[in-house]
């Protein structure tokens, strides 16, 4: 099983899967040197759309972890909404499927509403929960990891305002130099 979270994200997008990427895939979009081997996402709970979502984890091979193999769980729009997460392990690596993650009350709506689409390339475009509401999410979470990597997303938050403040710097300072001084339009 070749961990390949593209391959996984391509394939719910085809299957026209609602839902965010969140987790250790969302925070290494936006800047997180942590590497991941889980993708993770939080879809929308209709049964139209678990039902979309059970046929792409047919697709990928989806087997249920954390599940004793005695156990039969039918791959199914209905059985996955009567969880709240679902873990699994696919062909495409492991996949976690959140309903209502940590610190976000309002779920998928509140992520979809915040989310950013990011270009993955070849016509892959997904959206990507934003970075505050990631940090939101590890702070509720509170495991150990979730501690540690609730740090280094404070830092890329840090050092991308940081860079939005230079660049807007620049940009003032460029506007100002074409219209002459700010003293020049009173």
Not at 42 to 61: K, T, V
Request: negative net charge; proline residues 4%.
């Amino acid at each position: 099983m070749a961990y390949d979270p593209l391959r996984a994200l391509r394939l719910l997008q085809r299957r026209h899967v609602r839902f965010v990427v969140i987790g250790g895939v969302a925070a290494r979009l936006w800047g997180s040197p942590t590497m991941t081997n889980v993708t993770e996402i939080c879809c929308r709970r209709e049964p139209e759309n678990l039902d979309r979502l059970a046929g792409a984890l047919r697709e990928l091979g989806a087997r249920w972890r954390d599940v004793r193999d005695d156990v039969s769980l039918r791959l199914e729009g209905a059985t996955l909404a009567a969880g709240e997460n679902c873990r699994f392990d696919t062909d495409a690596g492991p996949l976690d499927v959140l309903g209502e993650p940590a610190g976000i009350g309002g779920g998928f709506d509140e992520l979809r509403a915040n989310a950013t689409d990011f270009d993955l390339g070849k016509g892959l475009v997904v959206p990507v929960g934003d970075l505050e509401d990631l940090i939101r999410m590890k702070r509720a979470a509170g495991r150990p990891t979730d501690r540690v990597e609730l740090e280094v997303l404070i830092a890329v938050r840090e050092e991308r305002d940081s860079a939005w403040r230079q660049e807007s710097t620049a940009a003032v300072r460029e506007r100002d130099d074409q219209a002459g001084t700010a003293g020049d339009r009173l």
